[in-house]
């Protein structure tokens, strides 16, 4: 079982930065792979970024790369997602997420964060 709490989200202008983070808990955590989607206002889900277990392999989509960047402490149980250069079209709330074996494009992880809210002003 692994419970997500995220936090770090807010308004900012475009062209600013945040860092979102993600607290879990569990004693298995540094087993599962970690990840963060978002959903803004009329649109379906959407992956952002993955990390796998070590924090060795990381996955961004398209629209986020080279921006953000996804990173993992496993001896403080967190996943935290660095947001660079953000836009108005970044506005969204963001989950973190868990899975046991893979979070990636087209997945949907089996573990949700609570979601928090980022909104970037143009």
């Known amino acids: 079982q692994v419970h997500l709490v995220e936090s770090g989200g807010g308004l900012v202008q475009a062209g600013g930065s945040l860092r979102l983070s993600c607290a879990a808990s569990?004693?298995?955590?540094?087993?599962?792979?970690m990840g963060w989607f978002r959903q803004a206002p009329g649109k379906a889900r959407e992956f952002v970024a993955a990390?796998?277990?070590?924090?060795?392999?990381?996955n961004y989509a398209d629209s986020v790369k080279g921006r953000f960047a996804i990173s993992r402490d496993n001896a403080k149980n967190t996943v935290d997602l660095q947001m660079n250069s953000l836009k108005p079209e970044d506005t969204a709330v963001y989950y973190c997420?868990?899975?046991?074996?893979?979070?990636?494009?087209?997945?949907?992880?089996?573990?949700w964060g609570q979601g928090t809210q980022v909104t970037v002003s143009s």
């Open positions: 997420t868990a899975d046991p074996t893979v979070v990636r494009p087209g997945t949907f992880p089996y573990y």
């Open positions: 990390i796998n277990w070590s924090g060795g392999s990381t």
């Open positions: 569990g004693r298995t955590f540094s087993s599962y792979s």
